[in-house]
DNA sequence: ATTATTGTATTAGGCTCTTAATACAATAAT
DNA sequence: ATTATTGTATTAAGAGCCTAATACAATAAT
């Protein structure tokens, strides 16, 4: 599982995102506990204050709770969970075809690009 | 014509997006005169400084040239500027899909989503 | 009781981006 | 020739992000 953190935006930013593809994904399961701060600062490479900002983020949106002394647990309201999901991917496409349309494209175009990329895609393979 | 300056990611990089965005769409014609920095700088809030540093990458890219004291011009080469709007087109496709992929959708689930939000846009007007 | 592990807070410093205020350089317009 | 307008460069200051180094607080484990 790499974090694959870039230089051209906030870090603490890209590391609420990357918790969060692994809670709706599944990598961090409903209700299991997270490596402890200090870990995961490690695993990413980033000092532990900027982690502890990112957990702060993430437990202030409801994704994850702290007990005190034990460690920092994904929430078991998988409702929860799958409403974050829905909506990270709707943010998607609604920034998707937002800035596709800045360029001139309509949606039906954008899915045929999408098609014939995909195509490409094929043939490298 | 809105600027829409976000605080998250840096300002200059904005303003080369959106005058490569201009470019690509005819706002600012190939072999055009763009407004002088200064106007620029104005029209977007920003300083003389930030807006300079955004046109010398557009300069550095070639979509822009300046004539010392007349101004600066969009490029003349029009195979340039599309070849600017495809790579801008297919950067965002390519990233769409990967983000989506991270979230566990393939394209032609991505496809159906784009498809249905496009529906529920429908119902709304 | 003691120890180790957990989250949390604080302080200092460096870095980049942004603004502000100038100044300079070149040339088109007058 | 003079003036105005163009791009460009410099310096200083402030804000936000990140790191580093600590220290503290609470509690599970021993």
Do not use: H
């Not at 078991?76 to 937002?98: G, P, S, V």
Request: charged share 30%; glycine share 4%; net charge negative.
């Amino acid at each position: 599982m790499a974090w694959n953190l870039q230089s051209d935006r906030p870090i603490y930013a890209q590391l609420v995102e990357e918790i969060q593809r692994r809670i709706v994904t599944g990598v961090y399961p409903a209700g299991s506990r997270l490596p402890a701060v200090r870990e995961l600062a490690v695993e990413a490479s980033v000092n532990p204050n900027t982690m502890q900002r990112a957990l702060a983020k993430l437990e202030e949106d409801g994704l994850l709770y702290t007990q005190r002394t034990s460690g920092r647990f994904v929430t078991e309201e998988t409702e929860r969970i799958m409403q974050a999901k829905e909506e990270m991917a709707a943010d998607l496409i609604r920034r998707f075809i937002e800035s596709m349309g800045t360029l001139g494209y309509t949606s039906e175009q954008a899915m045929e690009l999408i098609k014939k990329q995909k195509e490409e895609e094929q043939c490298k393979i």
